[in-house]
């Protein structure tokens, strides 16, 4: 399968008007990283739905494009992480035509015993894709589990940047972070 035509319009104020209506919810949350928030983008709620996964997936194809341009190397595979990250990495593949590994959140205790699924072989360039950021805590484990396998990561994009530091701790890492959206493209104003 070719890759994705970088040119192809997508109504993203159209697709993040439909993410936040369907995953944005109110209240009092305690987020992964162990802050409390007023709000909640709940990943679930827009990467189970056809209509907004797939134009998230071109999404994501035509940033893969433009970091691995700008950056000048090109991604073997793509990574996501469990669970959230799965639906998303998974519907990239099929738009890009590449393959993907998926991370678990720890190794499993049967089986292979693996923590990383699918081939990923020693110096494999690899473009991580996330959900929703915070603090990118767990990007940067499963970036971990990546390296330890031998893999090179490129970036790590994001569908959802919550803009509470994941930007910056990502990059302190030495990776490149972009994100598709940010809060404030979802109309939160906390």
Same mark, same amino acid.
């Given at each position: 399968?070719p890759d994705p035509d970088v040119t192809r319009p997508i109504d993203t104020q159209s697709l993040a008007?439909?993410?936040?209506?369907?995953? @944005?919810?109110?209240?009092?949350?305690?987020?992964?990283?162990?802050?409390?928030?007023?709000?909640?983008?709940? &990943?679930?709620?827009?990467?189970?739905?056809?209509?907004?996964?797939?134009?998230?997936?071109?999404?994501?194809?035509?940033?893969?494009? *433009?970091?691995?341009?700008?950056?000048?190397?090109?991604?073997?595979?793509?990574?996501?992480?469990?669970?959230?990250?799965?639906?998303?990495?998974?519907?990239?593949? @099929?738009?890009? +035509?590449?393959?993907?590994?998926?991370?678990?959140?720890? &190794? &499993?205790?049967?089986?292979?015993? &693996?923590?990383?699924?699918?081939? *990923?072989?020693?110096?494999?360039?690899?473009?991580?894709?996330?959900?929703?950021?915070?603090?990118? +805590?767990?990007?940067?484990?499963?970036?971990?589990?990546?390296? +330890?396998? +031998?893999?090179?990561? @490129?970036?790590?994009?994001?569908?959802?940047?919550?803009?509470?530091?994941?930007?910056?701790?990502?990059?302190?890492?030495?990776?490149?972070?972009?994100? @598709?959206f940010t809060k404030r493209d979802l109309g939160v104003d906390e």
């Amino acid at each position: 399968m070719p890759d994705p035509d970088v040119t192809r319009p997508i109504d993203t104020q159209s697709l993040a008007r439909q993410i936040a209506e369907a995953s @944005l919810l109110r209240g009092t949350f305690t987020l992964r990283s162990g802050r409390t928030s007023s709000y909640y983008l709940d &990943k679930y709620r827009f990467s189970t739905r056809p209509e907004v996964l797939a134009p998230l997936a071109a999404m994501f194809a035509q940033r893969i494009g *433009l970091v691995e341009g700008e950056l000048g190397a090109r991604a073997d595979r793509l990574a996501g992480a469990e669970l959230g990250g799965i639906p998303l990495v998974t519907a990239t593949a @099929l738009e890009t +035509g590449r393959p993907c590994v998926f991370i678990r959140n720890a &190794k &499993k205790d049967y089986g292979t015993a &693996k923590q990383l699924e699918g081939a *990923l072989e020693p110096g494999d360039s690899v473009i991580m894709l996330e959900d929703v950021a915070t603090t990118g +805590g767990q990007a940067l484990e499963a970036v971990e589990s990546i390296q +330890g396998e +031998g893999g090179r990561v @490129l970036a790590i994009i994001a569908a959802i940047d919550r803009q509470e530091g994941a930007r910056e701790n990502i990059e302190r890492a030495g990776l490149r972070f972009e994100a @598709l959206f940010t809060k404030r493209d979802l109309g939160v104003d906390e």
